[in-house]
């Protein structure tokens, strides 16, 4: 039995090493399954471009570009923009495009939003090793009702930064300790900073693909850095972007304010001592899964929600694929199709917010589970 063992687990070595010589499968026969997807998708994504009719966060973003425009203050004249001032100035070189083509501000940003999807979902395939499994990673992601209701219904900018975060992770595992690493990482972290505790999990040796402490501060110095112009408007910045805490929906730790008794900032603190714990525990898992965790992790403790927040892990997730995903996704995109803010379809039965967060619950229970199982159980499942 021992010799039968040592048998498989040599030709499980020798066997990935001819798929390294050879490359990745190729798509085949399946090549017009998955452009036709692709093509389903693209259409589906147009259609809700082509229809959008505005909604309160794309009107923020057009005052924004309006504040800049006539030379306002930007924090102060709003409290409906809450970002840094990269975004702002994307959204007035598109409304001054927008202008000179004849084209609203809306639809020009659902076109950058759908351009930033096509390039994750081409990451993602890179990412996913190319060949017939890349393909399926990047539809899986692409066709992703959950990518799709947030980038062309909503029109909301998230897949930007993710397409960064993504960009960062696939350096790290490319060239570890490039440069090129805490660059994408600072893009991300400018454009929305949904990713401002991720720079810590590059923490770690290059052979893993990490990057040093004066590299992972880069990101941090170059996102203060970009409100040193507008430094005069200290209150709203402080306001509007460190103390914003999304939407106190009835969901997760967030329920915690519902309680009279309990201090109002304790949610904030469970969720800042979460992803502490996490950046800790995730220190000596694989870097691409260790990002994935994290956002699940964020989005359980999340002291206040917005609907869009739940396309944080669909790219990563689309890498790993597995039943909490499937189950994260069915349940999310049922949601939208009854939310207020989404479909607004008469059926009462479908998900809540505490659906998706047990949802989530489950997903990241999978995926912990899955990082116990021994190494020759993972080959095998290869």
């Known amino acids: 039995m021992a010799g039968g063992g040592g048998f498989r687990a040599g030709s499980r070595k020798r066997l990935g090493a001819l798929r390294d010589r050879v490359g990745p499968e190729p798509l085949g026969r399946s090549s017009l399954l998955v452009a036709a997807g692709f093509g389903v998708a693209a259409a589906i994504r147009i259609a809700y471009l082509v229809r959008f009719a505005g909604n309160y966060d794309v009107a923020a973003f057009a005052d924004a570009a309006d504040i800049l425009r006539r030379g306002g203050d930007l924090y102060l004249e709003t409290a409906r923009y809450n970002y840094s001032p990269v975004f702002a100035y994307t959204l007035l070189g598109l409304s001054r ?5 004849g084209v609203s501000l809306a639809h020009l940003l659902g076109a950058l939003l759908l351009a930033a999807d096509a390039a994750t979902a081409v990451l993602v395939s890179r990412m996913a090793g190319g060949g017939r499994r890349g393909a399926a990673a990047a539809l899986i992601f692409f066709a992703n009702p959950v ?17 960064a975060l993504l960009a960062a992770v696939h350096a790290a595992e490319r060239r570890p300790g490039s440069g090129r690493i805490p660059l994408w990482l ?4 400018l454009v929305k900073h949904i990713a401002a505790f991720f720079p810590p999990l590059f923490l770690r040796s290059r052979r893993r693909g990490g990057i040093g402490l004066a590299a992972a501060a880069v990101p941090y110095a170059l996102f203060a850095a970009s409100f040193l112009p507008f430094w005069r408007q200290w209150s709203g910045i402080r306001s509007h972007v460190l103390e914003y805490r999304s939407l106190a929906e ?4 967030g329920m915690l304010r519902n309680f009279a008794w309990l ?3 304790l949610p904030t603190a469970v969720f800042l001592a979460a992803v502490l714990v996490a950046l800790v525990l995730l220190r000596g898992v694989p870097l691409r899964r260790s990002c994935l965790l994290l956002f699940l992790v964020a989005l359980i403790f999340a002291p206040g929600i917005c609907e869009y927040y739940f396309v944080w892990p669909v790219a990563l997730g689309a890498l790993t694929g597995g039943a909490g995903y499937l189950i994260y996704t069915v349940t999310v995109s049922a949601f939208f199709l009854g939310s207020p803010d989404g479909l607004n379809l008469p059926l009462h039965h479908l998900p809540g917010w505490h659906g998706i967060w047990w949802s989530l619950v489950l997903w990241l229970a999978l995926e912990l589970r899955a990082l116990r199982r021994p190494a020759g159980a993972a080959e095998d499942a290869t």
């Open 97 to 101: 495009l927008g202008d000179a083509l």
């Open 147 to 163: 990518s799709v209701f947030v980038s062309s219904f909503h029109l909301q900018f998230d897949g930007l930064a993710i397409l």
């Open 186 to 189: 600072s893009v991300s972290l």
């Open 250 to 253: 009835d969901y997760g730790v």
């Open 263 to 265: 201090p109002r900032w």
